[in-house]
């Protein structure tokens, strides 16, 4: 399985990884400035051939830490580049990134190009000669701090030269940068619905001509004719035709919708129907010229009005800007009644003279030049009720490709995890756990008893910075109506909460100020029963990644008192005392769980006098509390605390050496402390494993439903 990197443009990492998803590529993660997948070298062609987004391609081929510069040159001369690169050919390289002692990217590209040529001329006696431009292979560095990866470029030059234009006025439009555009203002919905497209400035033609691509379903590297992987001495010539041969046939015949183009300058409409014809979409769209102030809609529906109004160079003079705003902003009020304007200006002044308010903007970068996307409603002809229109986006968004790929995903899970909670009995578990990495969600199925239709508690991990906050409202759009139509049930039974960091410990307080009151109900889990909330607070009451765990505590509980701090609502003493626990202590800080704990054992006949709750801040307690001994302790701390009611602030990481010694000291001769926590980057301090037997048992308590997690919790179980 070979990793790979894609960078695209800014702003558009989001869009790159949705559709290397929808190419097929695994593991496909966003990242700054692109996104990382892995595959075969298929996927990595494919991604050359189909991505419309993506300006490179880029295989790693290795990594390694390099503090200074000649460990990068020893391990950069190390890789076998015969393998790669044929010595009669030509080379290109370039150093990327921040490095602590290569601080100028020419000297770092210098070392990699001898440390590349060395080791060739080592193997084979003799070297490649260096070209800039098209080499037979280009390999890429890429240094964060000391650690550096290298790469070889599938792509060769960036993907956004299509090869179909030949001529372009000034400060062109990046191909990929068009086609981020267009697929921001979901032209390929509009498509699919035969919709109108409309550039009225469109110069070159470059928007008007990747809107017919994304129209034809045409691969932008069809009309490409050099790659960086086709001098490559591990090409797979067969692959590669098989693959372009795949995309010539997924290409549509026709499409419906009318894409046109129109510019006053002669010489624009000439450039752009050869740029047509050279992408091979000559036959679906249509230039003419045309001033700005007669553009009008061709059809009687809706429609998507998508430009890059000319700016500066593209002018001659830039004062000329605000005025050309002004008319645009005149012709979409006046005439474009029930169409949506994606505008990509340049000018934050000029683009204050279109008069019209954008319901999104998003920041996105031409090269080394900034801009800013602008998106209008335009509203139904005779309509000023923005919010009506917002409803039918969003009612279109849920019938997306997105939506029924992530439905699709999730009746695959529902059919495999409900085959094993039949078999194993349970009734409440996890379905999804972010599968898709563009659809960042955590879904829990829990069953009411005596009920036959479940209630979805959806979590929502909370979104990268650099995500558009308009990515992340489509795809929690197209996620929250696909599950009704999958699960069966009513909208009505379905919670949603955003999970993010939270302070100190808010996330074991109410939701809302006053008494809990939302939706509660009790639950089965092993023959026990514990009651859930799905609205008041963060979590429901009961952690289903632990559920293994209480199950063990249950085998370990007979005949020893049992001790439970931090103990939530108390699940786990329930299971505890199920096990034949002979008495337990329960210790919480808050008074709610608490209250809660003691539903959880009136619903399982559990003694008050044999099974105590005790109200402490359980650090203290274990300091200066009563020394009694115990034969079973469960201690499972949050990860972090500074709830005013404690003394101090709790970090699990800092902490947990001294929560285990004072739990160590409570138990009795062969007695057993199970420790477990949820910090994802937790490390046990070495000193715990000197002084104890430890057993890490993260891997024997995660359930089925949890297996895509295993960092879900860390749990140890510790003897004297």
């Given at each position: 399985?070979?990793?790979?990197?894609?960078?695209?443009?800014?702003?558009?990492?989001?869009?790159l990884?949705r559709?290397?998803?929808?190419?097929?590529?695994?593991?496909?993660?966003?990242r700054a400035?692109g996104?990382a997948?892995?595959?075969?070298?298929?996927?990595?062609?494919?991604?050359?051939l189909?991505?419309?987004?993506?300006?490179r391609?880029?295989?790693?081929?290795?990594?390694?830490e390099?503090?200074?510069?000649?460990?990068?040159?020893?391990?950069?001369?190390a890789?076998?580049w015969?393998?790669?690169?044929?010595?009669?050919?030509?080379l290109a390289?370039?150093?990327?990134?921040?490095?602590p002692a290569i601080?100028?990217?020419?000297?770092?590209?210098?070392?990699?190009?001898?440390?590349?040529?060395?080791?060739?001329?080592?193997?084979?006696?003799t070297?490649?000669d260096i070209?800039?431009?098209?080499?037979?292979?280009?390999?890429?560095a890429?240094?964060h701090g000391a650690?550096v990866?290298?790469?070889?470029?599938?792509?060769?030059?960036s993907?956004?030269r299509?090869?179909?234009?030949?001529?372009?006025?000034g400060?062109p439009?990046?191909?990929?940068l068009?086609?981020?555009?267009?697929?921001?203002?979901?032209?390929?919905?509009a498509?699919?619905?035969?919709?109108?497209?409309?550039?009225?400035?469109?110069g070159?033609?470059?928007?008007v001509i990747e809107a017919?691509?994304i129209?034809?379903?045409r691969?932008?590297?069809l009309?490409?004719?050099?790659f960086?992987?086709?001098?490559?001495?591990?090409?797979?010539?067969?692959?590669?035709?098989?693959?372009?041969?795949?995309?010539?046939?997924?290409?549509?015949p026709?499409?419906?919708?009318?894409?046109?183009?129109s510019?006053?300058?002669?010489h624009a409409?000439?450039?752009?129907?050869?740029n047509a014809?050279?992408?091979?979409v000559?036959?679906?769209v249509r230039?003419?010229r045309?001033?700005l102030?007669?553009?009008?809609?061709?059809?009687?529906?809706p429609?998507?009005l998508c430009?890059?109004?000319?700016y500066?160079?593209?002018?001659g003079?830039?004062?000329?800007?605000?005025?050309?705003?002004?008319?645009?902003?005149?012709?979409?009020?006046e005439?474009?009644?029930?169409?949506d304007?994606?505008?990509?200006t340049?000018?934050?002044?000029?683009?204050?003279?279109l008069?019209?308010?954008?319901?999104?903007t998003?920041?996105?970068?031409?090269?080394?030049?900034?801009c800013?996307?602008?998106?209008?409603?335009?509203?139904?002809?005779?309509?000023?009720?923005?919010?009506?229109?917002?409803?039918?986006?969003?009612e279109?968004?849920?019938?997306?490709?997105g939506?029924q790929?992530f439905a699709?995903?999730?009746g695959?899970n529902i059919?495999?995890?409900g085959r094993?909670?039949?078999?194993s009995g349970v009734?409440?578990?996890?379905?999804?756990?972010?599968?898709?990495?563009?659809?960042?969600?955590?879904?829990?199925?829990y069953?009411e008893i005596?009920n036959?239709?479940?209630y979805?508690?959806v979590?929502?991990?909370?979104?990268?910075?650099?995500?558009?906050?308009?990515?992340?409202?489509?795809?929690?759009q197209e996620v929250l109506?696909?599950?009704?139509?999958?699960f069966g049930?009513?909208a009505?039974?379905?919670?949603?909460?955003?999970r993010?960091?939270?302070?100190?410990?808010s996330?074991?307080?109410p939701l809302?100020?006053?008494?809990?009151?939302?939706?509660?109900?009790?639950v089965?889990?092993?023959?026990l029963?514990f009651?859930?909330?799905?609205?008041?607070?963060?979590?429901?009451?009961?952690?289903?990644d632990?559920?293994?765990?209480?199950?063990?505590?249950?085998?370990?509980?007979r005949?020893?008192?049992f001790?439970?701090?931090?103990?939530y609502?108390?699940?786990?003493?329930?299971?505890?005392?199920?096990?034949?626990a002979?008495d337990?202590l329960?210790?919480?800080?808050?008074?709610?769980?608490?209250?809660?704990?003691?539903?959880?054992?009136?619903?399982?006949?559990?003694?008050?006098?044999?099974?105590?709750?005790?109200?402490?801040d359980?650090l203290e307690?274990?300091?200066?509390g009563?020394e009694?001994?115990?034969g079973l302790?469960?201690l499972?701390p949050?990860?972090?605390s500074n709830s005013?009611?404690?003394?101090?602030?709790?970090?699990?990481q800092r902490d947990?050496?001294?929560l285990?010694g004072?739990?160590?000291?409570?138990?009795?001769?062969?007695?057993l402390?199970?420790?477990?926590?949820?910090?994802?980057r937790?490390?046990?301090?070495?000193?715990?494993?000197?002084?104890?037997?430890?057993?890490?048992?993260?891997?024997?308590?995660?359930?089925?439903d949890?297996?895509?997690?295993?960092?879900?919790?860390r749990?140890?179980?510790?003897?004297?």
């Amino acid at each position: 399985m070979n990793r790979f990197f894609a960078p695209a443009p800014r702003g558009l990492s989001d869009l790159l990884a949705r559709e290397l998803s929808a190419l097929g590529a695994g593991d496909v993660r966003e990242r700054a400035g692109g996104a990382a997948f892995t595959g075969s070298v298929a996927a990595g062609y494919r991604a050359c051939l189909c991505s419309r987004i993506a300006s490179r391609v880029l295989l790693e081929l290795a990594e390694f830490e390099a503090p200074d510069q000649e460990t990068f040159y020893r391990e950069a001369a190390a890789l076998d580049w015969l393998a790669h690169i044929d010595p009669a050919q030509t080379l290109a390289c370039e150093f990327t990134g921040s490095h602590p002692a290569i601080t100028n990217t020419h000297y770092g590209t210098l070392r990699l190009k001898d440390a590349i040529c060395d080791r060739l001329r080592e193997q084979s006696g003799t070297r490649p000669d260096i070209a800039r431009e098209r080499p037979a292979v280009r390999i890429m560095a890429h240094a964060h701090g000391a650690h550096v990866a290298l790469y070889l470029d599938l792509a060769g030059e960036s993907l956004s030269r299509r090869g179909y234009r030949i001529e372009a006025g000034g400060a062109p439009l990046r191909e990929n940068l068009a086609a981020g555009v267009l697929l921001r203002a979901r032209w390929d919905e509009a498509a699919a619905r035969a919709e109108e497209l409309l550039d009225p400035l469109c110069g070159a033609g470059t928007l008007v001509i990747e809107a017919a691509l994304i129209a034809a379903a045409r691969a932008p590297g069809l009309t490409r004719d050099y790659f960086g992987f086709l001098g490559w001495r591990q090409h797979d010539a067969g692959l590669w035709e098989r693959l372009r041969n795949e995309a010539v046939a997924q290409t549509l015949p026709s499409i419906a919708s009318l894409i046109r183009g129109s510019d006053l300058d002669a010489h624009a409409i000439a450039a752009a129907n050869a740029n047509a014809q050279r992408a091979g979409v000559a036959e679906y769209v249509r230039f003419e010229r045309r001033a700005l102030r007669e553009a009008r809609p061709a059809t009687a529906g809706p429609g998507l009005l998508c430009t890059n109004p000319p700016y500066g160079e593209r002018l001659g003079d830039p004062s000329q800007a605000v005025a050309l705003h002004a008319d645009l902003g005149r012709v979409l009020r006046e005439h474009f009644g029930g169409w949506d304007a994606a505008l990509l200006t340049m000018d934050a002044a000029a683009a204050g003279a279109l008069r019209l308010r954008s319901y999104r903007t998003h920041e996105l970068w031409n090269g080394a030049l900034p801009c800013r996307l602008l998106r209008i409603d335009l509203g139904a002809p005779g309509s000023a009720d923005p919010e009506q229109a917002r409803r039918e986006r969003d009612e279109r968004a849920a019938s997306s490709p997105g939506a029924q790929m992530f439905a699709n995903r999730l009746g695959k899970n529902i059919k495999r995890l409900g085959r094993e909670a039949a078999r194993s009995g349970v009734s409440c578990y996890r379905v999804y756990d972010a599968d898709m990495p563009e659809y960042a969600f955590a879904i829990d199925r829990y069953l009411e008893i005596g009920n036959n239709e479940p209630y979805l508690y959806v979590q929502e991990y909370a979104a990268p910075k650099e995500i558009e906050p308009e990515e992340v409202r489509r795809r929690r759009q197209e996620v929250l109506s696909s599950l009704p139509g999958v699960f069966g049930i009513d909208a009505n039974r379905i919670r949603r909460r955003l999970r993010q960091r939270q302070p100190g410990s808010s996330q074991y307080r109410p939701l809302h100020e006053g008494e809990a009151g939302g939706t509660s109900f009790v639950v089965e889990e092993s023959g026990l029963k514990f009651r859930v909330n799905l609205d008041d607070y963060l979590d429901t009451g009961l952690f289903l990644d632990h559920r293994l765990t209480r199950a063990r505590l249950r085998e370990r509980a007979r005949g020893q008192r049992f001790l439970n701090l931090f103990c939530y609502t108390a699940s786990a003493t329930v299971y505890a005392a199920a096990g034949g626990a002979t008495d337990s202590l329960s210790i919480d800080l808050s008074n709610g769980y608490l209250d809660w704990a003691r539903q959880n054992f009136a619903l399982n006949g559990l003694d008050p006098m044999r099974h105590r709750l005790e109200r402490w801040d359980c650090l203290e307690w274990l300091r200066v509390g009563a020394e009694d001994r115990y034969g079973l302790i469960f201690l499972d701390p949050p990860t972090f605390s500074n709830s005013k009611r404690m003394q101090g602030v709790l970090d699990i990481q800092r902490d947990h050496p001294e929560l285990i010694g004072h739990c160590m000291r409570r138990l009795t001769p062969g007695g057993l402390l199970v420790f477990a926590c949820n910090a994802q980057r937790f490390a046990l301090d070495a000193q715990i494993g000197a002084r104890w037997q430890v057993t890490d048992v993260s891997a024997a308590t995660l359930p089925f439903d949890f297996a895509r997690n295993p960092r879900i919790h860390r749990c140890y179980e510790i003897t004297p």
